[in-house]
Nanobody, 124 residues
Protein backbone atom coordinates (compact mmCIF):
# COMPACT_ATOMS: atom_id res chain seq x y z
CA UNK A 1 0.00 0.00 0.00
CA UNK A 2 0.92 3.60 -0.46
CA UNK A 3 1.75 5.52 2.72
CA UNK A 4 0.06 8.93 2.92
CA UNK A 5 0.78 11.89 5.18
CA UNK A 6 -1.59 14.86 5.17
CA UNK A 7 -0.71 18.34 6.35
CA UNK A 8 -2.02 21.89 6.19
CA UNK A 9 -5.14 21.63 8.28
CA UNK A 10 -5.97 24.12 11.00
CA UNK A 11 -8.34 26.77 12.24
CA UNK A 12 -9.45 29.54 9.89
CA UNK A 13 -12.19 32.14 9.85
CA UNK A 14 -15.06 31.93 7.41
CA UNK A 15 -14.02 33.34 4.06
CA UNK A 16 -10.41 32.33 4.59
CA UNK A 17 -8.21 29.86 2.77
CA UNK A 18 -6.17 26.77 3.51
CA UNK A 19 -4.07 24.46 1.39
CA UNK A 20 -3.90 20.81 2.27
CA UNK A 21 -1.02 18.63 1.12
CA UNK A 22 -0.74 14.88 0.94
CA UNK A 23 2.68 13.34 0.48
CA UNK A 24 2.73 9.78 -0.75
CA UNK A 25 5.40 7.12 -0.67
CA UNK A 26 5.55 4.41 -3.23
CA UNK A 27 6.54 4.18 -6.84
CA UNK A 28 2.97 3.78 -8.10
CA UNK A 29 1.82 7.27 -7.07
CA UNK A 30 1.74 8.66 -10.59
CA UNK A 31 -0.15 5.66 -11.96
CA UNK A 32 -3.37 6.24 -10.05
CA UNK A 33 -6.00 8.82 -9.34
CA UNK A 34 -5.89 10.67 -6.02
CA UNK A 35 -8.70 12.12 -3.98
CA UNK A 36 -9.83 14.01 -0.92
CA UNK A 37 -12.74 13.08 1.28
CA UNK A 38 -14.01 14.60 4.52
CA UNK A 39 -15.97 13.57 7.56
CA UNK A 40 -17.79 16.02 9.77
CA UNK A 41 -18.81 15.11 13.33
CA UNK A 42 -21.80 12.81 13.33
CA UNK A 43 -21.79 12.43 9.56
CA UNK A 44 -20.55 9.87 7.09
CA UNK A 45 -17.38 10.44 5.13
CA UNK A 46 -18.10 12.21 1.85
CA UNK A 47 -16.30 12.85 -1.42
CA UNK A 48 -14.69 16.26 -1.90
CA UNK A 49 -12.42 16.18 -4.95
CA UNK A 50 -10.38 13.82 -7.10
CA UNK A 51 -7.80 14.05 -9.84
CA UNK A 52 -6.74 11.60 -12.53
CA UNK A 53 -3.23 10.16 -12.69
CA UNK A 54 -2.12 12.74 -15.23
CA UNK A 55 -3.97 15.65 -13.67
CA UNK A 56 -5.95 16.04 -16.85
CA UNK A 57 -9.30 15.28 -15.24
CA UNK A 58 -10.65 16.65 -12.00
CA UNK A 59 -13.84 15.93 -10.11
CA UNK A 60 -15.57 17.96 -7.41
CA UNK A 61 -18.50 17.64 -5.08
CA UNK A 62 -21.17 20.22 -5.84
CA UNK A 63 -20.69 21.74 -2.40
CA UNK A 64 -17.09 22.77 -3.15
CA UNK A 65 -17.15 23.56 -6.87
CA UNK A 66 -15.73 26.99 -7.57
CA UNK A 67 -14.10 27.20 -4.13
CA UNK A 68 -11.74 24.22 -3.94
CA UNK A 69 -9.04 23.19 -6.41
CA UNK A 70 -7.26 19.85 -6.48
CA UNK A 71 -3.86 19.49 -8.11
CA UNK A 72 -0.95 17.10 -8.08
CA UNK A 73 2.81 17.11 -8.59
CA UNK A 74 3.90 13.64 -9.63
CA UNK A 75 7.56 14.59 -9.36
CA UNK A 76 6.99 15.28 -5.66
CA UNK A 77 4.47 12.48 -5.10
CA UNK A 78 2.14 15.08 -3.64
CA UNK A 79 -1.49 16.04 -4.11
CA UNK A 80 -2.91 19.35 -2.96
CA UNK A 81 -6.30 20.74 -2.09
CA UNK A 82 -6.55 24.52 -2.24
CA UNK A 83 -9.60 25.62 -0.28
CA UNK A 84 -10.87 29.17 -0.68
CA UNK A 85 -13.94 30.98 0.62
CA UNK A 86 -14.21 28.49 3.44
CA UNK A 87 -17.51 28.10 5.25
CA UNK A 88 -18.29 26.73 8.72
CA UNK A 89 -19.93 23.74 7.03
CA UNK A 90 -16.52 22.83 5.57
CA UNK A 91 -15.39 21.90 9.09
CA UNK A 92 -14.35 18.26 9.04
CA UNK A 93 -11.46 15.84 9.12
CA UNK A 94 -10.05 15.73 5.60
CA UNK A 95 -8.64 12.46 4.29
CA UNK A 96 -6.31 11.90 1.39
CA UNK A 97 -7.00 8.82 -0.74
CA UNK A 98 -4.64 7.09 -3.16
CA UNK A 99 -4.43 4.22 -5.57
CA UNK A 100 -7.64 5.34 -7.18
CA UNK A 101 -9.32 3.90 -10.24
CA UNK A 102 -12.31 6.13 -10.94
CA UNK A 103 -15.10 4.26 -12.64
CA UNK A 104 -18.01 6.62 -12.09
CA UNK A 105 -18.55 8.55 -8.83
CA UNK A 106 -15.82 9.03 -7.60
CA UNK A 107 -16.52 7.19 -4.37
CA UNK A 108 -14.63 5.65 -1.47
CA UNK A 109 -14.49 2.20 -3.01
CA UNK A 110 -12.48 3.62 -5.94
CA UNK A 111 -9.45 4.15 -3.68
CA UNK A 112 -7.11 1.62 -2.11
CA UNK A 113 -5.12 3.62 0.44
CA UNK A 114 -6.04 6.28 2.98
CA UNK A 115 -4.25 8.80 5.12
CA UNK A 116 -4.85 9.45 8.80
CA UNK A 117 -6.69 12.71 8.20
CA UNK A 118 -6.13 16.35 9.05
CA UNK A 119 -8.58 18.56 10.92
CA UNK A 120 -10.00 21.66 9.25
CA UNK A 121 -12.06 23.97 11.44
CA UNK A 122 -13.80 27.03 10.01
CA UNK A 123 -15.14 29.52 12.54
CA UNK A 124 -18.04 31.82 11.82
Amino acid sequence: QVQLVESGGGLVQAGGSLRLSCAASGRTFSSYAMGWFRQAPGKEREFVAAISWSGGSTYYADSVKGRFTISRDNAKNTVYLQMNSLKPEDTAVYYCAAEGVILGGPEESDFGSWGQGTQVTVSS
